[in-house]
Every structure is written in structure tokens, then in C-alpha cells.
């Protein structure tokens, strides 16, 4: 079912949304539209937060030499950034945070993080989680390369672009043996 509403329209099948989605590391050079960027950010901005808190902010990322510059930074394993149409890095910001338990600022961007992918599949835009938090050597050169200050720590980078094979398939992950009834 799809609605249309001040976000654009929207997809809402959420269950075939989910079992859908898996990391898209190639992608094709259409554009992301301002709009449609906006609904995946504003998901980014919708999910459950320890007091509320929502310690998080996104940096967007359209430029492609700066895209290279934290491939350039961050290796391999940021290989399909170099693709992306737009990049976003979320980042956790501890000043911001419910303080009196340490990490649920960690807990909050992800659950960001993770509600960007599902919006963009959502709206047939590819994604991969690209990890930065907790590797030191990940999230303090993306600090230094965007002059940010220590109390906000990049979690993930999302690379974000139409799939270059756009082939979606429902995925039956289901494993029996991870599921305890009653006890474990
Ligand atoms: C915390 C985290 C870090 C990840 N880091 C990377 C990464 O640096 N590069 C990459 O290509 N994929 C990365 N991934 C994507 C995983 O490799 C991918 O989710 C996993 O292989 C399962 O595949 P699927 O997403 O298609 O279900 C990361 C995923 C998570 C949750």
C-alpha cells in the first residue's frame, strides 16, 4: 500500500520492506532527489531513543571528492562509497546523550542508522552500512576530515544509490534455533 503525504510517497509494506532489504554495494548514477532524501532522513529521525534523547546527527555527503577523500581515509571496506549518489554519516553525539547510562547514545544511532537503510529500500535506493564506531581508526579520521569535535563520534557511514541490479527478493533468514520459548 503507498501513501502520498507531505514526505512524498511512501511505501507501506513494512514486513515485505524488511525482508527485502540487503546490502546494495553497486550502484547506478541516478539521482537521489532532494525529497526523497529528505523522507530517508526524517526516518533517520523517527525511531526509539533512551529518554527521548536522540543524540545523533547526520552529515549528507553529495560530493564526490569528499566521498573519495574518506574511501581515500578508510580503505577497503568503504570501497562502495565511491559509487554512492549520497552518503550519510551518522554520528552518535555524547554531550547530547542520556548520560547516566553510557552507551545508549550508541544504541540510538544506530537504530538511526538502521531506519535510514529500511526508508531508502522503502523507496527503491540501495544502501550499505559502511562501520566506523567502535573502530578508533575509522571514526577518528572522519572527525579530523570534518573538523568534528570529540563528543561526536561517527557510527556509520550509509552509502546511498539506486542499485545497479535492482532485483529485490524476499529473504527467509528465519533460523528456529536462535528462537528460546519460555526459556532458554
Ligand atoms: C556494524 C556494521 C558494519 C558494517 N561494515 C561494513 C563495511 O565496512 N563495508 C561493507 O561493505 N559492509 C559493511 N556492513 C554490511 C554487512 O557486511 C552486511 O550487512 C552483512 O554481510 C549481511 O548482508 P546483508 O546486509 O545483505 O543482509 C556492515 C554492517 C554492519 C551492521
Known amino acids: 500500500m503507498f501513501i ?11 514486513i515485505e520492506n524488511i525482508l527485502s532489504r540487503k546490502s546494495v554495494r553497486e550502484f547506478s548514477n541516478k539521482e537521489i532527489s532532494e525529497q ?15 529518554l ?22 578508510n580503505g577497503i571496506y568503504y ?16 554531550d547530547k546523550a542520556y548520560l547516566a547510562k553510557d552507551g ?14 529500511l ?13 566506523a564506531y567502535p573502530e578508533k581508526q575509522k571514526y577518528l579520521a572522519l572527525q579530523k576530515l570534518f573538523s568534528l569535535s570529540n563528543h561526536v563520534i561517527p557510527v556509520a557511514v550509509i552509502a546511498l544509490g539506486y542499485p545497479l541490479d535492482d532485483k529485490r527478493e524476499i529473504r527467509d533468514l528465519y533460523e528456529e534455533e536462535k528462537i528460546h520459548k519460555d526459556k532458554w
Open 79 to 94: 570501497a562502495p562509497l565511491k559509487q554512492a549518489n549520497v552518503g550519510v554519516i551518522v554520528c552518535g553525539d555524547i
Open 4 to 14: 502520498a503525504n507531505g514526505l512524498g510517497e511512501i511505501c507501506m509494506d513494512a
Open 36 to 50: 526523497d532524501l529528505k523522507t530517508i532522513l526524517t526516518a533517520g529521525m523517527s525511531g526509539p531513543s533512551a
Open 119 to 131: 526508508a531508502a529500500n522503502a523507496l527503491g535506493i540501495g544502501s550499505v552500512w559502511l562501520g
Open 52 to 73: 527521548n534523547m536522540r543524540p545523533y546527527d547526520f552529515i549528507v555527503i553529495r560530493k564526490k571528492d569528499l566521498m573519495e577523500q574518506i574511501y581515500d581515509e
Open 104 to 117: 545508549y547514545w550508541i544504541i540510538d544511532s544506530t537504530i538511526a542508522a538502521q531506519n535510514i537503510i
